[in-house]
């Protein structure tokens, strides 16, 4: 153990403080983001006294760790005063003045720490990572001074990129604006061909099937991971479904490489390619691809070669997003299909009016902070991962 860290032990004690008053607000869960939500379980019939009490600036966490995938749900209570969490959640606090509270959530946070506690859980029909293991992590304690400017980085990293979500929140919503402008509030969603001839057009629009507005559509595919040749020396960004968010992706979690490109179903869609999720909870979500990427079969690409379309499909589609969605279909997941994309109809202006309305500029400024907030992210996972240096 290097001479800097210490046992977490010796910085925490354990609160075992029980409802008591029989309060029945403020439920709270925790999320394997490692923050405190609003709890969303059934209590009916529940005894509310076996609840604990955990007060602001306090620590939750699950011992269970076998339900979670490998993240493990811990968290600092900062937005709320206090609350109440399920009896199953162990409750502490950090004592003393050596550690700052801060400090450790940042530890917490790190995935080296998620895989640490996966590898100590122990049991046979559940995985339990207990009090007396958390107490046995090692970490480094350096200054408070030190401790405090590593938090006041994070932090500042933290706002810029809720600064920069905010401002292409609004962004999106200027650019929903603009295409009612140019459209009316006429939606055409889910209608067929005779449906669309009754609809009065605004003047200067005319109807058009996202297959017919595009230069061609496209749907991915994913390369057997049995195969490991398809997966080694990965170079190419391959996107999944659950990444399209009605954002700009500017990096992808995987990638494939030049073999799996050339040999299986996944195409390779250029940057400028506006997408649509298909399968799942994400399912009519909207993304515009800033790289070149491959995709998974959930997703549906839709190519413009010229950008000033491309943006206007963006925002329209983005418009209509609800109608879109509630068109999926299936049993365990609502799904859409290429086809059904294909043929869906959206109201197009004419292409001066598409330009002077601004929709590539709305979304140039969109693609830049995207990008600037990757950078940030990418700042933060290097900052978390120094805490152990």
């Known amino acids: 153990m290097a001479s800097n860290y210490r046992k977490l032990g010796g910085y925490i004690r354990e609160i075992d403080r029980r409802n008591t008053e029989n309060r029945q607000d403020n439920l709270l869960g925790l999320s394997v983001a490692k923050c405190f939500i609003p709890s969303i379980a059934n209590t009916v019939g529940t005894d509310f006294r076996k609840y604990k009490v955990v007060e602001k600036g306090q620590f939750a966490y699950i011992p269970d760790t076998s339900r979670r995938g490998d993240k493990i749900a811990i968290a600092l209570l900062k937005d709320w005063d206090g609350g109440l969490v399920s009896n199953v959640y162990t409750v502490f606090e950090v004592v003393g003045d050596g550690l700052l509270p801060e400090y450790l959530e ?3 946070r790190r995935p080296e720490f998620d895989r640490y506690a996966r590898f ?13 293991q958390l107490c046995d992590v090692e970490l480094p304690v350096p200054s408070i001074l030190e401790q405090q400017r590593i938090v006041d980085s994070f932090n500042a990293i933290e706002r810029r990129i809720g600064s920069l979500q905010q401002l292409n929140d609004k962004l999106a919503a200027a650019g929903v604006a603009s295409v009612r402008r140019a459209t009316g509030d006429i939606t055409m969603i889910g209608m067929s061909l005779n449906d669309v ?19 061609y559509t496209k749907s991915g595919s994913t390369p057997s991971r049995k195969n490991n040749a398809y997966w080694v020396d990965a ?10 968010d009605n954002n700009v992706t500017v990096s992808t979690e995987e990638r494939i490489n030049e073999v799996a490109v050339s040999q299986t179903a ?3 869609l250029p940057r400028g390619t506006v997408l649509m999720a298909m399968y799942g909870v994400t399912a009519g979500k909207v993304g515009y691809l800033d790289i070149d990427s491959c995709t998974n079969q959930a997703i549906c690409g839709m190519f413009c070669s010229d950008p ?4 206007f499909l963006y925002y329209s589609l983005l418009r209509d997003q609800e109608e879109i969605s509630r068109l999926a279909n299936g049993g365990a997941q609502n799904n859409l299909s290429k086809e059904l994309i294909d043929n869906t109809f959206i109201v197009v ?15 140039d400024s969109t693609r830049a902070n995207y990008g600037e907030i990757t950078l940030l992210e990418n700042v933060r996972s290097v900052l978390l991962s120094s805490l152990s240096r």
């Open 120 to 132: 100590k859980s122990h049991g046979s029909v559940r995985e339990i990572f207990d009090w007396s």
């Open 266 to 268: 996944t195409k390779l």
């Open 235 to 244: 170079s190419v960004p391959w996107l999944k479904s659950g990444e399209v």
């Open 197 to 215: 001839h009754d609809v009065i057009m605004p003047v200067g629009c005319y109807p058009a099937k996202v297959a017919d507005f595009c230069d």
């Open 308 to 311: 000033d379309k491309a943006a």
């Open 349 to 363: 202006p004419e292409t001066s009016v598409i330009v002077r309305a601004g929709f590539r500029a709305l979304l």
């Open 106 to 108: 940042l530890w917490f």
